[in-house]
C-alpha cells in the first residue's frame, strides 16, 4: 500500500484582476495546497458502460485506463473512492460498496449557501451530441451501471448518486475535500445532487481533475468552436467560478513521491 498521507497538488484558478493601465483581466494562478488523504474521496462521475451518444463513448474510452489507474492509487493511498454512475443503483443493490453508503448514519446537510452561477460559455440546449443522428431515449436509458473498466474495491469504495447519502458518508468519514473527474463537464460533473456545484454550496472543497473528463458540447452551437475548445471553455467557466483543477499527472506524481 502506498504510505503517503497528504497530496500537495498545484490546484489552478481563474480571478480578474486589474493590471498597470488599469484594464481588468483574468489571470490564471496556480496555488498549492496540501490535502489529507484520509480526509478526502474521489468521485467518479457518470462513467457509464454505454452513453446515448457515440462522440461521448468515443471519447471515454481513451480515458478509462488512467481514470481506473488514477482510482487504485489513490484507494491504495487511503483516499475514499466513490462510484457515482447516476440512474443505476438498481444494479448496486446488493453491493457491499452499496451498503458501505446505506449504513452511514444520517446527517442532514446545512442550507445551500447562495453561489454565483454565470450561465455556460457553450450552448448545449440540444443535448450537446457531436454525432448525429443519435437522440436520447428517455425510456429506454442506455445506460446500465458504470463502465466495467473501472475496478470496484466491495471492501473500500463507496457507490452512491445522491449527495445527501455521500455527504452523511462524508461526515463519518471526516472527508471535508472531494476530487471529480469523469463526465460530463457542463452537465453532471457540474450539476448531479452529489456534484461540484452542490458540494461547494453546503461547503465541501472540490476539485476537478480537468485532463480526465469531457463535455457534451456540438460545435454547429454557440460559441461555435471545435468540441476540445469547447471543453475547455468550460474547465475555465469552474476555474473562474466553482472550484480549481489538477491533472491526473499531476495527481500520480505526488502519489510517486
Request: aromatic share 8%; charged share 25%.
Amino acid at each position: 500500500m502506498n504510505t503517503v498521507r497528504h497530496l500537495t497538488l498545484p490546484l489552478r484558478r481563474q480571478h480578474t484582476q486589474e493590471d498597470a493601465a488599469g484594464y481588468i483581466l483574468w489571470e490564471t494562478v496556480t496555488e498549492s495546497r496540501t490535502i489529507p488523504v484520509d480526509q478526502a474521496a474521489l468521485v467518479l462521475c457518470d462513467v457509464w458502460d454505454r452513453n446515448w451518444c457515440r462522440g461521448a463513448n468515443e471519447r471515454l474510452a481513451p480515458m478509462l485506463p488512467r481514470m481506473n489507474h488514477i482510482a487504485a492509487q489513490l484507494r491504495d493511498a487511503g483516499m475514499l473512492i466513490v462510484h457515482a454512475p447516476s440512474e443505476t443503483m438498481d444494479f448496486y443493490a446488493d453491493m457491499p460498496a452499496r451498503r458501505r453508503v446505506l449504513d452511514a448514519p444520517t446527517v442532514t446537510p446545512p442550507a445551500p449557501l447562495p453561489h454565483v452561477d454565470p450561465p455556460l460559455p457553450i450552448d448545449d440546449s440540444d443535448g450537446g451530441c457531436d454525432t448525429p443522428p443519435d437522440f436520447f431515449d428517455t425510456l429506454n436509458r442506455p445506460w446500465k451501471r458504470q463502465d466495467p473498466a473501472i475496478h470496484i474495491d466491495q471492501d473500500r469504495d463507496a457507490i452512491s448518486d445522491s449527495g445527501s447519502e455521500l455527504y452523511s458518508l462524508y461526515r463519518q468519514r471526516g472527508i471535508n475535500t472531494v476530487l471529480f473527474m469523469g463526465v460530463h463537464v457542463n452537465m453532471c460533473i457540474l450539476a448531479r445532487p452529489f456534484a461540484i456545484k452542490p458540494m461547494v454550496r453546503i461547503g465541501i472543497d472540490t476539485v476537478l481533475i480537468r485532463d480526465l473528463t469531457d463535455s457534451m458540447y456540438n460545435p454547429a452551437k454557440r460559441p461555435y468552436v471545435s468540441h476540445e475548445t469547447g471543453t475547455g471553455l468550460v474547465v475555465d467557466y469552474i476555474e473562474k467560478f466553482w472550484c480549481p483543477t489538477v491533472t491526473s499527472a499531476q495527481v500520480l506524481e505526488e502519489l510517486a513521491r
